[in-house]
């Protein structure tokens, strides 16, 4: 009896040692986490690329922590509505967000009540996107210096569509334009999904975007005119780059998760290993390619690193277009 007791014993302790990460109690707390689903804020309407991948991203890093990950869809004001969930929200590991670019932004160029920095826990990077111009397959307007040069014989009159002010695009377009004397009509939407059929149909002249563009370019309904990397795309190897155009413009975006401010470092290096898993999922890498991207991996103290830095640059880059909001 006491031998085989014993031996139970023995089989209860290598079972606690070797369990995953996410069924062993947190510090503080004789609950595993997680013990429910974990809130995912998307702040772009459901459809666009980066939706779609982190939609999956979700699911495979879901089967990794043993509770579902939900996504929460919360488009509008360029991307940034899902800081004040995470402003809000207890920093119990349950709700999370996408960190897109803009929200490293937004505090420069108007009045916010949030910190993208202050006000949360970085989790990992995950990827960057491609941002390109576009315009209706139909349209004469055939190579940037097209668009340029229409927009200085037709002041005024040239409509261009971007995912909502203040986002990446926009500030290209406005560097490309503002720095010649052009200018354009501006049209944000909330997201990608109805803005390439708003481009597509011709209800706009134009439209500048991120990944959700590329079913639209491969089935012939827009044609790309540039992109905004470093070097063209392996996908569309036959389309400039802003930069060897001459217009000395690079633009990544790299985005990641965050949850808010003050997480448990137990908490966070189980929702780490669970993304990082999902994240390196042949499936996922897949999914990437399908929007022109590719993995951008950083783990939390990297991403957090990486996140100041954003700040601080795009601190600079509204300075110098004169966006920037007065103190006060």
């Known amino acids: 009896m006491t031998t085989r007791r014993s031996a139970l014993l023995v089989m209860a302790a290598t079972a606690a040692a070797t369990a995953a990460p996410w069924v062993r109690a947190q510090p503080g707390s004789d609950a595993p986490f997680p013990q429910r689903p974990i809130s995912l804020w998307v702040p772009w309407p459901a459809g666009g690329g980066t939706d779609l991948t982190l939609r999956l991203l979700a699911d495979l890093a879901g089967r990794q922590l043993g509770q579902r990950v939900v996504i929460e869809n919360r ?3 360029g ?3 899902a800081m004040p969930v995470l402003q809000q929200a207890p920093p119990d590991g349950y709700t999370l967000a996408q960190m897109p670019q803009p929200v490293f932004r937004a505090p420069h ?3 916010v009540g949030w910190d993208p920095i202050r006000d949360t826990t970085p989790i990992l990077q995950i990827s960057g996107v491609t941002f390109g111009v ?3 397959v139909a349209s004469p307007l055939r190579s940037l210096d097209d668009l340029l040069a229409y927009a200085h014989a037709h002041p005024g009159e040239l409509s261009i569509a971007t995912n909502g002010i203040g986002t990446t695009p926009h500030l ?5 334009f503002t720095r010649r004397g052009l200018t354009y009509i501006h049209v944000p ?5 109805e803005q390439m059929v708003a481009v597509a149909s011709g209800q706009v002249m134009a439209g500048v975007n991120s990944n959700g563009f590329a079913p639209y370019v491969d089935t012939g309904r827009l044609r790309l005119l540039a992109t905004f990397g470093a070097a063209r795309t392996r996908r569309w190897p036959n389309v400039p780059t802003l930069s060897e155009l001459g217009h000395g413009i690079v633009a990544m975006s790299p985005y990641g998760l965050a949850g808010p401010r003050g997480m448990p470092a137990g908490v966070v290096r189980t929702l780490h290993d669970a993304f990082k898993t999902a994240l390196f999922d042949p499936a996922h890498i897949a999914e990437l390619a399908r929007f022109d991207q590719e993995i ?3 783990d939390s103290a990297d991403y957090g690193r990486s996140m100041r830095e954003a700040y601080a640059a795009e601190r600079r880059a509204v300075e110098r277009l004169g966006l920037a909001v007065a103190p006060g």
């Open 75 to 77: 488009g509008g004001a």
């Open 79 to 81: 991307g940034t509505l």
């Open 109 to 111: 160029t108007q009045r």
């Open 134 to 136: 576009l315009v209706p």
């Open 172 to 176: 290209v377009l406005e560097e490309l």
């Open 189 to 193: 939407y909330k997201g990608t999904a």
């Open 296 to 298: 951008a991996y950083l």
